[in-house]
């Protein structure tokens, strides 16, 4: 899962940066609105969260921005404003879900990971390809039941995988979800995990489409 941290407060947005990245997922962070516009409008992430006091404007003024420029991904809002009648304002904003300050890092990551899910059409926790299951709240793979270890890199791309299952997912996808933006990987390294994970779920559970990218193989759909 990859995220963009939208908050100004320094002390806050490290704590949260490090405990998500601790989690497997890869944050990056701006500090204000302007610099979130440009992020949202040049790179590709799984969801954002968004706190509602920033330098340059509200939150949820660059929030609607985002919305009627057709930019859809999840937004979870981060709040120390308590009324209903703000909460409401997010929403009909365009947010996806909330949470009010003081926080749990935990709650943080479960919302994200079910916005991320639901937006990919999945409504239960584990999603299951063929005999492959991925339990998004748990953080863990298993193959006919029993645990797979991965490193963190390979968990972060056969969620992709497993997320966009039956769809293909292009090799610059997988490196935008895999890589921080400032890596630049070597040109073969996705093939090189690709094929890690085939040795560790079965030389069929990935399908390599020439020219177009990899998919999940194991089902046309997911469960």
């Known amino acids: 899962m990859k995220i963009l941290l939208v908050e100004d407060d320094a002390a806050l947005a490290k704590g949260l940066k490090h405990a998500l990245e601790r989690a497997g997922v890869l944050v990056t962070l701006a500090v204000d609105g302007l610099t979130a516009d440009y992020l949202v409008s040049t790179e590709r992430y799984d969801a954002v969260v968004l706190d509602l006091g920033l330098p340059d404007g509200s939150g949820i003024q660059w929030l609607g921005s985002w919305r009627e420029q057709g930019i859809d991904l999840?937004?979870?809002?981060?709040?120390?404003?308590?009324?209903?009648?703000?909460k409401a304002a997010g929403f009909s904003a365009g947010a996806d879900d909330y949470v009010t300050k003081p926080f749990e890092t935990a709650e943080v990551l479960f919302r994200l990971?079910?916005?991320?899910?639901?937006?990919?059409?999945?409504?239960h926790p584990v999603i299951s390809v063929g005999d492959i299951a991925l339990d998004t709240h748990a953080g863990q793979v298993t193959r006919t039941g029993m645990p797979v270890?991965?490193?963190?890199?390979?968990?972060?791309?056969?969620?992709?995988?497993?997320?966009?299952?039956?769809?293909?997912?292009?090799r610059s996808e997988l490196c935008e979800h895999v890589y921080d933006g400032d890596q630049e990987p070597d040109?073969?390294?996705?093939?090189?995990?690709?094929s890690r994970l085939r040795r560790k779920l079965g030389?069929?559970?990935?399908?390599?489409?020439?020219?177009?990218?990899y998919r999940m193989a194991n089902g046309s759909e997911p469960s």
């Open 187 to 194: 040109s073969n390294v996705i093939d090189v995990q690709v």
């Open 149 to 170: 270890a991965l490193t963190a890199q390979e968990f972060r791309l056969l969620s992709c995988l497993m997320h966009a299952s039956p769809r293909i997912v292009s």
């Open 113 to 123: 990971r079910a916005l991320v899910r639901r937006a990919n059409g999945h409504a």
């Open 74 to 86: 999840p937004v979870l809002i981060l709040t120390a404003r308590e009324r209903w009648s703000d």
């Open 203 to 213: 030389n069929n559970a990935i399908e390599t489409l020439r020219g177009q990218g």
